[in-house]
């Protein structure tokens, strides 16, 4: 007897139930521009996550992407674009008001990027195309979220660290600053210094948001496009960089305020390995921004006399500069190399000391595999890492202005033969690692609820649709301190007539 066809709607239902990226699969533009290597890694790492849910990604980036990074379900757009230059890092700690005016040209010259004939293009052949979101790499870029409103779709952004101040008005987290120290306070302020910190904070805020709205509103005009403030409160997610329980400060978030601290390690792919012997190791790295290659002769020597103290270990130094064989003859135990795989080292267990620059993908991983620090910030929020860090007895930190030989070594002794240093990053690091859901599995939920609920208005806090006034009740005070100041006014009146 003829068997009868088998429906087609059981087919899709095999394959709904057994196959499910198969069927939920969305098309995800992801826009990573005016960033550091190090910031990249971190969006690259929700991507990869992505990726393995079944999602296919369009990626816009600045920087080339490595072969591992482009697979079967990426299309890459790479717009060819020299970017702003940091601030000089042996500026860092001085010259404020200099600082300050780099940051802000800084931010002028991230329009340049949206006059390239390559940023064009990227917008009209694309713009027919159906995007179920927009995954924004968040570095002070207010301007692109324009994009979300070209390709009609929902935005959820990435930032590489605890939420900013930036972050926190965008997203209209409250921002308890009495208590909660903020990312770029290096001396980790709370009480009325912290307050008066934060009035600054909010000056700058206010300053530079004025000038991403200018350069919104020459690149997304109204009325074609909505208002820079009505795309603000628009954003419908925030994936942080961060791990509150175990990094700190606990502050009040909001539901669609999300920690995915540690995501870059769940993803991290490793290039190459080296052979690892069975001696004790001190890792030192000033990060992808700093170069060897023009440092002074003096400051080579410090380092090289400093390290001349401990042959005991095996040194392995990320250096690009001159001479570096004449380094290794030297001093043997000295492992000089341009690149070494940092988290293979931290968690071989052979690792005593990590010297860092204190960024914030470095001390992650110091953390995560329990490894006391040194650090040396040189710009950016380094200090303020560095400074929670040492509060937290996970290391030292030493300023990199007039660095010396004996300052070095004492602080790199003091790390190796206390124990304090090392239990408590390690307790740090159980907590680190303690967590009911992987940062990618929950990156990834987040993600795909903001385009299952069409930009999941439920989680925005209404707080963000109400004006300053409104939202600080200044009404309300007035009425009410205005009211006691009339009722005083009225009773001394009246005692005096009676």
């Keep these: ?47 990869q996550a992505l990726l393995q849910k079944g999602h296919q990604l369009t990626l816009v980036t600045t920087l080339p992407l490595e072969n591992h990074e482009i697979e079967k379900n990426v299309t890459h757009i790479l717009i060819t674009w020299k970017q702003p230059k940091d601030e000089d890092p042996q500026g860092s700690q001085s010259d404020f008001f200099g ?6 040209q800084r931010l002028e010259k991230s329009e340049e990027l949206l006059h390239l004939p390559e940023w064009k293009s990227f917008l009209n052949r ?4 159906k995007f179920d979101l927009l995954l924004l790499g968040y570095h002070f870029n207010d301007h692109l979220l324009g994009v979300a409103t070209h390709f009609d779709c929902p935005v959820a952004i990435i930032t590489t660290q605890q939420p900013t101040g930036f972050v926190n008005n965008l997203m209209g987290n409250p921002e308890e600053r009495w208590y909660v120290s903020q990312p770029y306070d290096s001396h980790q302020r709370s009480g009325l210094g912290a307050w008066v910190f934060g009035v600054w904070e909010k000056i700058f805020e206010e300053l530079a948001r004025r000038v991403l709205q200018k350069i ?16 603000r409160k628009s954003v419908a997610l925030a994936l942080n ?17 999300v920690d995915i601290g540690g995501i870059v390690l769940e993803q991290r792919i490793s290039k190459e ?20 290659k023009n440092t002074p002769e003096h400051i080579l020597d410090t380092f090289e006399r400093a390290f001349a103290e401990f042959s005991e270990y095996d040194i392995y130094w990320t250096y690009d500069g001159p001479n570096a064989e004449n380094i290794t003859m030297k001093y043997p135990f000295l492992r000089v190399s341009k690149w070494w795989p940092q988290c293979q080292l931290l968690g071989s267990g052979n690792v005593r000391l990590f010297i860092t620059h204190g960024g914030k993908g470095s001390l992650s991983e110091a953390l995560y595999y329990g490894v006391p620090m040194l650090g040396l910030p040189l710009l950016g929020d380094q200090r303020a890492n560095l400074q929670k860090m040492q509060a937290r007895k996970w290391g030292l930190t030493l300023s990199t ?24 990053i390690a307790t740090a690091s159980q907590l680190y690692r303690d967590r009911p859901q992987k940062s990618s599995d929950l990156a990834t939920y987040w993600i795909e609820y903001i385009i299952r609920h069409n930009g999941a208005h439920n989680l925005q806090n209404p707080a963000r649709h ?6 600080y009740s200044l009404d309300i005070y007035l009425l009410v301190y205005g009211g006691l100041v009339l009722i005083i006014f009225i009773v001394r009146k009246l005692n005096r007539l009676l």
């Design 126 to 129: 694309f713009s027919s195309r």
């Design 241 to 257: 960089n961060h791990h509150a329980i175990s990094e700190g400060p606990i502050a009040p978030v909001l539901p669609n305020m």
């Design 273 to 292: 390995t080296v052979a690892i012997g069975s001696r004790p190791i001190i890792l030192f790295s000033l990060g992808t921004r700093f170069t060897w």
């Design 466 to 471: 109400l004006s300053f006034n409104e939202y």
């Design 401 to 424: 202005h007039n660095l010396t030989q004996f300052a070095l070594s004492k602080a790199m002794s003091t790390i190796l033969t206390n124990s304090d240093y090392k239990e408590a």
């Design 1 to 47: 007897m003829k068997q009868p066809p088998v429906s087609w709607a059981l087919v899709w239902l095999f394959f709904s139930v057994f196959y499910p990226n198969s069927v939920k699969s969305h098309h995800i533009l992801g826009l990573f521009v005016n960033m550091h290597r190090s910031q990249l890694l971190v969006h690259l790492a929700v991507c």
């Design 216 to 231: 919104y509103s020459s690149h997304f005009p109204e009325p074609h496009y909505p208002s820079f403030q009505t795309m």
């Design 99 to 104: 600082r300050l005016q780099r940051m802000f």
